[in-house]
Nanobody, 120 residues
Framework: QVQLVESGGGLVQAGGTLRLSCAAS????????IGWFRQAPGKEREFVAA????????NFANSVKGRFTISRDNAKNMVYLQMNSLKPEDTAVYYC?????????????WGQGTQVTVSS
């Protein structure tokens, strides 16, 4: 079992930055791939970024490439999503998730989400 808690969301102006944090707990959490997803009102949840346990595999959605970075600190069981050059279309609830495969789908555990609002 893995528990995930997101934090760091908030209101920011377009062009601004935010750093989301995902605190993970569980006996084998360090072996999991951690992904970030987002869901805007009226839209389906979409993949944003993911990182393998070793940080050797990292993947981003095209919409955030060059603006977002992802990192993890296995000693602290933390994963971070640094979001730069934010746009109003980045407004969504952001979720972190844990899975056993380096993919953009099929994650097994989910956090409760944190709201990110980007004003124009």
């Amino acid at each position: 079992q893995v528990q995930l808690v997101e934090s760091g969301g908030g209101l920011v102006q377009a062009g601004g930055t935010l750093r989301l944090s995902c605190a993970a707990s569980g006996r084998t959490v360090r072996s999991y791939v951690i992904g970030w997803f987002r869901q805007a009102p009226g839209k389906e949840r979409e993949f944003v970024a993911a990182i393998s346990w070793s940080s050797m595999w990292i993947n981003f959605a095209n919409s955030v490439k060059g603006r977002f970075t992802i990192s993890r600190d296995n000693a602290k069981n933390m994963v971070y999503l640094q979001m730069n050059s934010l746009k109003p279309e980045d407004t969504a609830v952001y979720y972190c998730a844990a899975g056993t495969r380096a993919t953009m789908t099929g994650y097994d555990y989910w956090g409760q989400g944190t709201q990110v609002t980007v004003s124009s």
